[in-house]
């Protein structure tokens, strides 16, 4: 599997953990540096690699259809070409592969704003419909992201809200009751229109 944007492999060393090979394309150097560390610190170093590059080279760093799964968080908001890097995420997927992908949420960044008192700012992140191509800001809905997946053939299976109320909460609320809280979450995430208010939204596609 592929985890594009992975980092120091907070996904990826769980997941050579529980059996699976794992390459991780990141720009950073430092960041691959300690995955590998991280990686063989776990004892899955033969299951981890390593390729640095950013989101928008992924075509060229991973053959065709050479991948089950691919892992593409929280990185759409940031790259050059979203609509680029989804067709890639579709190339590496061997047919019948899935891609997960997480994404900020709009309405969530509204949200948070006005009741924080920013009423303004949420006014203007409320008007603002910014181009796919733009990295200002940039935040998607469910329609949104779901339209650029399946763009590129890729066909959405699950639409889920991550941490639906968890950002909104104070901590002393959170805290008297984390248990019941998981569990609200858990029904919530799936259900709309609770999960187009989660901080995140993630979608699990086929291919």
């Given at each position: 599997m592929v985890d594009v944007g992975g980092g120091t492999g907070g996904f990826a060393v769980p997941l050579a953990e529980a059996g699976h090979t794992v390459t991780v394309v990141d720009p950073s150097p430092d960041a691959l540096a300690a995955l590998l560390r991280r990686a063989a610190d776990a004892g899955v170093a033969q299951r981890v690699f390593g390729l640095q590059g950013d989101a928008d080279s992924l075509a060229d760093l991973i053959p065709a259809g050479q991948s089950d799964l691919v892992l593409c968080h929280a990185v759409l908001e940031v790259v050059d070409d979203p609509s680029g890097v989804s067709a890639a995420l579709a190339r590496v997927l061997r047919p019948g592969?899935?891609?997960?992908?997480?994404?900020?949420?709009?309405?969530?960044?509204?949200?948070?704003?006005?009741?924080?008192?920013?009423?303004?700012?949420?006014?203007?992140?409320?008007?603002?419909?910014?181009?796919?191509?733009?990295?200002?800001?940039?935040?998607?809905?469910?329609?949104?992201?779901?339209?650029?997946?399946?763009?590129?053939?890729?066909?959405?299976?699950?639409?889920?809200?991550v941490r639906v109320v968890s950002d909104l909460v104070p901590g002393v609320i959170a805290d008297a009751d984390p248990e019941a809280l998981a569990a609200f979450e858990l029904a919530a995430s799936a259900e709309a229109p609770y999960r187009d208010f989660a901080t995140q939204l993630h979608l699990l596609a086929r291919r």
């Open positions: 592969g899935a891609a997960s992908v997480l994404v900020a949420n709009r309405a969530a960044a509204v949200l948070s704003r006005a009741i924080a008192g920013q009423f303004r700012l949420a006014g203007e992140l409320l008007a603002f419909r910014e181009p796919l191509g733009s990295k200002l800001g940039r935040r998607f809905d469910a329609a949104e992201v779901t339209a650029l997946l399946e763009a590129q053939g890729l066909a959405v299976e699950q639409v889920h809200g």
